[in-house]
């Protein structure tokens, strides 16, 4: 499908730099009432304007609307849709009891690409146009993610889940073969059209330091490639990590001694961290995948993202699906607030957007393509509605002024005010 010549109407926000975590008036958002968004037939944005373009554009009215770039979850899990809002376990128990027996599931070619079409499906319904995203161990079942993916243009960060110990039979791979699949699976998808190649050691449990190590020599390998994984979730499993490899200072320290971490690695949850941690985040460049929704759900601890900010390392934000109990970024947001709130720290709405937007993009090394509504950037955006319902409506009508407004729009709103999301300069999503 080709992209033509569109040009959007309605209300344009997005941020020309870091808003900081608490400016309620920072210079670096950027609101545009009533403009124009213009997007060209290879489905960039062409512009932006004030003024009507000529009728060479096919031209959508959105006046009184607002208009976003796709929100960007930089940790999400493909096959956990199967398990989301299952009840009452921690981190580890959560695994044996529900993760694990969901992705054995995609072993089976056909189930795990219908799995994929639901899943992008789902992210663009809730508007997310981008994604760092966990398959399963399997080869067919990552290559169903990226066919999927290619085939609605999304820009789309994945690899094999690397397993070759504690984990069920029918989920572990061993080192040579592991490596032989990532190898021809970089080969053959990444830098392919908008798919990005991951090394995905699930976590450090669950690979021996053959593996970790094979992995860091990919990531050197293949510049470009990046590595996702979790890191300090939950006590228990820093204590078990600690008990796993004695010779690591910390349970970060265990990924850096095997060479993972890069200015391209995305790193899930962080929250049981102390300050040699976060200055070697900083001195690395990496990120962490802050995941309130699952943090709060699963009982695992509240993120420092004051500390974080402090130590001058990146982070953004994941729904951590199925932890996570809801693809919904507007969810993922407020959770977000409520954690540092709890923590004792009273985030902007703009904080919170910037890290589903611009902040993940130049995490990801990627502010040319995504997270900005700029010249140049990938046509990735959606079209929200302020308010639906009458609680929504009427708080929307007495704000005050735009932060107001924005704060209301992502603690009420949900996938409900989602009114289309589009990717590349085509639609591919519209609410009924």
């Known amino acids: 499908m080709t992209s033509v010549k569109t040009a959007v109407r309605a209300d344009l926000l997005d941020f020309t730099a870091d808003p900081g975590l608490a400016d309620l008036n920072s210079p670096a958002v950027r609101f545009r009432p009533d403009h124009w968004l213009l997007t060209d037939e290879r489905g960039r944005i062409a512009a932006v304007q004030p003024h009507e373009p000529g009728d060479d554009f096919l031209k959508l009215d959105r006046r009184g609307q607002l208009l976003l770039p796709g929100f960007i979850d930089t940790h999400v899990h493909c096959p956990q849709i199967d398990v989301i809002a299952s009840w009452g376990a921690q981190l580890l128990d959560w695994l044996e009891t529900y993760t694990f ?18 899943f992008l499906d789902a992210l663009l319904s809730h508007g ?24 609605r243009g999304m820009r789309i960060i994945a690899g094999k889940v690397l397993m070759d110990r504690h984990a069920p039979d029918n989920l572990r791979d061993d080192v040579d073969g592991s490596e032989m699949e990532c190898r021809a699976l970089i080969k053959d998808w990444h830098g392919r059209g908008r798919i990005a190649y991951a090394l995905t050691p699930r976590f450090a449990a669950t690979s021996s330091d053959a593996q970790l190590a094979m992995a860091g020599r990919l990531l050197a390998e293949h510049p470009g490639v990046y590595m996702q994984t979790h890191v300090a979730e939950n006590p228990a499993e820093v204590r078990w ?49 802050h995941c309130p929704s699952s943090n709060l759900f699963l009982g695992s601890g509240l993120f420092g993202w004051r500390e974080a900010r402090e130590a001058g390392f990146n982070v ?71 308010a639906v319902g009458s609680v929504a409506e009427r708080r929307h009508s007495v704000a005050r002024e735009l932060h107001e407004k924005v704060f209301a729009w992502i603690t009420l709103g949900d996938e409900r005010n989602l009114v289309e999301s589009w990717v590349g300069g085509l639609r591919r999503y519209q609410r009924i």
């Open 101 to 118: 027996p969901a992705e054995a599931r995609h072993a089976e070619p056909e189930y795990a690409a219908a799995g994929a079409k639901l």
């Open 128 to 151: 997310t146009t981008s994604a760092v995203v966990f398959p399963t161990v399997h080869r067919s079942a990552t290559e169903a993610l990226f066919d999927a993916s290619t085939q």
């Open 241 to 289: 990590i600690a008990e796993l490899f004695p010779s690591s200072r910390s349970y970060l320290d265990v990924y850096a001694s095997h060479g993972l971490l890069t200015e391209r690695s995305v790193l899930a949850h962080g929250i049981w961290l102390d300050d040699l941690d976060r200055a070697l985040l900083h001195d690395s460049g990496a990120q962490i995948a």
């Open 316 to 386: 953004s934000l994941g729904s951590d699906v199925g932890g996570g109990t809801s693809l919904s970024m507007h969810r993922t947001m407020a959770d977000g607030y409520k954690v540092q709130a709890l923590a004792g720290t009273k985030l902007s709405a703009w904080a919170l957007l910037h890290a589903a937007t611009r902040a993940a993009a130049v995490a990801l090394r990627l502010p040319h393509e995504i997270g900005f509504l700029e010249p140049g950037c990938a046509a990735d955006f959606c079209v929200w509605d302020w």
